[in-house]
């Protein structure tokens, strides 16, 4: 199986701050990961695939980047609506597994 | 666009089982696979398992062999989730997420990696 870590685990920044949030597998996914935002009471909702491709609705200040074991997600100023819960995920073998997760909360 | 619409909140008794449903528009089950996802009390998402309607293959994490049922209804486009042997533990928001259908040349032989569609999510509370 492979396991997914994501540093940090929060992040404590202001609006209009850059926030860098860093996954990293166990074994090479290639590009095959992505990036989700979770806000409470909220289904996920899709940011990031094959580690750089924005979703149709995802602001142009979200950029993913990394290949093989290490990706990085990047906010690249923060906006209000930007504060929660960031998960990276992977699938292998018809199994898919999330990350920890990083909160990025306001300062 | 993909929607998926879930059943409401349950409340089980320990050792009982809960049963979640996911309804879908259109014609998702030709173009998705169905996957469920949890999120216990401040816990991060963890992935149970899926289904692929259009391949008749399901699939569940080790976690959870021998307590989960996937399955899918295709004349009503439903997807389920059945949890047995319900514990405290599986006290959670339940969500069904979609995975889109990789297919070429009209033929379709596996999924994309990622989830493009949610569910709004099913809490249920395992109390006595």
């Known amino acids: 199986e492979i396991v997914l870590t994501q540093s940090p685990a929060t992040l404590s920044l202001s609006p209009g701050e850059r926030a860098t949030l860093s996954c990293r597998a166990s074994?090479?996914?290639?590009?095959?990961l992505a990036w989700y935002q979770h806000k409470p009471g909220q289904a996920p909702r899709l940011l990031i695939y094959?580690?750089?491709t924005r979703a149709s609705d995802t602001p142009a200040r979200f950029s993913g980047s990394g290949s093989g074991t290490d990706f990085t997600l990047t906010i690249s100023s923060l906006e209000p609506e930007d504060f929660a819960v960031y998960y990276c995920?992977?699938?292998?073998?018809?199994?898919?597994?999330f990350g920890p997760g990083t909160t990025v909360d306001i300062k | 666009q993909v929607q998926l619409v879930q059943s409401g909140t349950e409340v089980k008794k320990p050792g009982s089982s809960a049963k979640v449903s996911c309804k879908t528009s259109g014609d998702t089950f030709s173009s998705h696979g169905i996957s469920w996802v949890r999120q216990a009390p401040g816990q991060g998402l963890e992935w149970m398992g899926g289904i692929i309607p259009v391949f008749g293959i399901t699939n569940h994490t080790q976690r959870f062999h021998g307590r989960v049922t996937i399955s899918a209804d295709k004349s009503t486009t439903t997807a389920y989730l059945e949890l047995t042997g319900l514990r405290s533990e599986d006290t959670a928001v339940y969500y069904c997420?979609?995975?889109?259908?990789?297919?070429?040349?009209?033929?379709?032989?596996?999924?994309?990696?990622?989830?493009?569609?949610w569910g709004q999510g099913t809490l249920v509370i395992v109390s006595s």
């Open positions: 997420a979609g995975v889109k259908l990789l297919c070429t040349g009209g033929s379709c032989f596996s999924v994309y990696d990622y989830f493009d569609s």
């Open positions: 995920q992977q699938r292998n073998n018809w199994q898919f597994t």
């Open positions: 074994q090479s996914l290639n590009t095959f």
């Open positions: 094959d580690a750089s």
